[in-house]
């Protein structure tokens, strides 16, 4: 992935972003958002399909053979992206009372959120062991002092490293891995880059990445998956930016 080449797009984007119609960039956020909630909670084993989760997201229905925690998940998770941008609007830095109430919005009606775990957990079929508790605490506030002094001029290695630290430490109980796609994205936002979704389909590619941090802090692969999202992101806006322009040609 070349850095320079995503820069690029992005500066291009960042010119012409605003002759895209409302209704527009209103439609595909919205589209964003629910295949977002989708794949996040389906990496984690949430069983409702994309239409399922639409259904409830957008029209506030149940759906019939799924179990209620399943429905609080796809309603948290857009609850607490909703709160991420409202975060970053307000021009926020990331910080430890964000990242607890992006976890308690996450596990509402579902277990006591914004909690750190007082008992060890283990990662079904990985390598990496999480921290046990004295030390999982001692990380955690290493990761908070880090946070705040971290260099801002790679945002992708940046936003990389904030997903991969917080879920090899795993410092809930449960919601880890939405808590930390949250929380990538937050630093994407926040820096002025586009919100990524890690598709269900590569989560394997996902968990391997992560792996590899965990065990030897290397951070490439994982950056690597990133980058190549963020300019699939960015791909997308300038297609839709170059067919708006050509359109308003034919009127002129």
């Known amino acids: 992935m070349s850095y320079p080449e995503l820069m690029r797009k992005k500066d291009l984007?960042?010119?012409?972003?605003?002759?895209?119609?409302?209704?527009?960039?209103?439609?595909?956020?919205?589209?964003?958002?629910?295949?977002?909630?989708?794949?996040?909670?389906?990496?984690?084993?949430?069983?409702?399909?994309?239409?399922?989760?639409?259904?409830?997201?957008?029209?506030g229905l149940s759906v019939g053979g799924k179990m209620l925690r399943e429905i609080y998940e796809v309603i948290n998770h857009n609850k607490a992206y909703q709160y991420v941008k409202a975060c970053i609007d307000q021009r926020k830095p990331?910080?430890?009372?964000?990242?607890?109430?992006?976890?308690?919005?996450?596990?509402?009606?579902?277990?006591?959120?914004?909690?750190?775990?007082?008992?060890?957990?283990?990662?079904?079929g990985a390598a990496h062991t999480p921290p046990v508790l004295g030390e999982m605490y001692r990380q955690v506030q290493n990761f908070y002092a880090d946070l705040a002094e971290k260099d801002v001029t790679n945002v992708i290695e940046l936003a990389a490293w904030t997903h991969a630290e917080f879920v090899r430490i795993l410092p809930f109980a449960d919601g880890n891995g939405r808590t930390s796609r949250?929380?990538?994205?937050?630093?994407?936002?926040?820096?002025?880059?586009?919100?990524?979704?890690?598709?269900?389909?590569?989560?394997?590619?996902?968990?391997?990445?992560?792996?590899?941090?965990?065990?030897?802090?290397?951070?490439k692969l994982f950056a690597d998956m990133i980058a190549s999202l963020e300019e699939q992101q960015l791909d997308r806006y300038l297609g839709m930016i170059e067919r708006q322009g050509q359109r308003q040609q034919q009127f002129e």
């Open 13 to 59: 984007y960042e010119q012409a972003k605003d002759t895209l119609p409302e209704i527009t960039l209103k439609s595909y956020v919205q589209a964003f958002e629910l295949e977002y909630t989708h794949n996040s909670t389906a990496i984690e084993g949430n069983t409702l399909t994309l239409l399922e989760t639409k259904v409830v997201l957008e029209e």
């Open 94 to 124: 990331l910080d430890e009372g964000i990242i607890k109430d992006i976890h308690a919005v996450l596990t509402e009606n579902i277990m006591v959120g914004g909690i750190y775990r007082n008992v060890e957990v283990y990662i079904s």
């Open 182 to 219: 949250l929380i990538m994205n937050y630093q994407l936002l926040s820096h002025g880059y586009l919100p990524v979704s890690i598709a269900k389909e590569s989560r394997l590619d996902y968990f391997n990445a992560l792996e590899a941090y965990a065990m030897n802090r290397d951070l």
